[in-house]
């Protein structure tokens, strides 16, 4: 009799519904088609115009004055770049506003440094650690490197490989602090001049205004484009910088996720 209802136990459990695996997928982060403008617009060639590209972005600093960010990100701005360090000196007055507030917006947001070539790396990156919270959340920290023969201060230029050395030490110290890759964002003089594609293990952020920079950047991978610094956004008064992330909506979630 036993032996019988443990037969009958085991066969109704074999029966019963089972419960379904759960997953734990990241969702995918909501892009918002851009609405913005430019006042002066570029005729792209076809294929090559930004607007192919389906995630766009802004970079910003002081110099935009007071920010909307739920307006900016309603309107389209899907990640954006702040400005917080120069040199080893110079800390943006926008910059600590400008973090809390786009992420209160749930714009994903990093943070850039302006590289003064009259200054050790080792320096520059040691302000700028001090200066960024280590965010989980933050997009990778940037190395902003252009020649900037206008400066009252630090108009000078250094030999190539004397600038592919610094930037890999500035590199490498931000991505031992934050344990992220890092973004090198550059021109195309500055690229040209000291052969930047020699850098590995970064991601570049190439400004390219007036060509697309397969054209501008022949063979060089890139993750973000900078096509205008005469973009109109809503909730933000001036012109301002516009960039295209390269790649489609779930590699910029994903990247986002990492």
């Not at 190395?143 to 206008?150: C, I, R, T, V």
């Not at 992220?180 to 970064?202: E, H, M």
Request: aromatic letters at 12%; proline letters at 9%.
């Amino acid at each position: 009799m036993k032996r019988a209802l443990l037969i009958l136990l085991i066969a109704l459990a074999a029966c019963a519904p089972r419960p379904r695996a759960t997953t734990h997928e990241t969702p995918a982060f909501p892009v918002i088609a851009p609405n913005f403008g430019d006042s002066r617009p570029v005729d792209w060639p076809a294929g090559q115009a930004p607007q192919r590209h389906p995630v766009h972005g802004i970079d910003v600093s002081v110099w935009q004055g007071a920010i909307d960010w739920p307006t900016a990100r309603a309107s389209g701005v899907n990640f954006a770049f702040l400005k917080a360090t120069e040199g080893g000196d110079r800390f943006d007055a926008g910059f600590t506003q400008n973090w809390a507030a786009a992420r209160a917006a749930g714009v994903p947001r990093g943070a850039y440094h302006f590289f003064y070539h009259c200054r050790p790396a080792i320096e520059q990156a040691r302000w700028f650690i001090a200066h960024v919270p280590n965010d989980p959340a933050a997009l990778p920290p940037v190395l902003d490197m252009e020649w900037n023969a206008h400066s009252p201060t630090c108009p000078g230029r250094r030999p190539a490989a004397e600038v592919r050395r610094e930037a890999r030490i500035f590199l490498d110290a931000i991505t031992r602090a934050y344990g992220k890759r890092p973004v090198l964002y550059t021109t195309v003089d500055f690229y040209a001049d000291n052969d930047l594609w020699q850098l590995k293990g970064v991601d570049f952020w190439l400004r390219s205004t007036a060509k697309h920079p397969s054209d501008s950047f022949p063979g060089q991978h890139w993750l973000i484009w900078q096509y205008t610094a005469t973009g109109q956004v809503p909730g933000i008064a001036g012109p301002v910088d516009l960039n295209a992330f390269a790649g489609s909506r779930a590699s910029f979630a994903a990247w986002v996720a990492r």
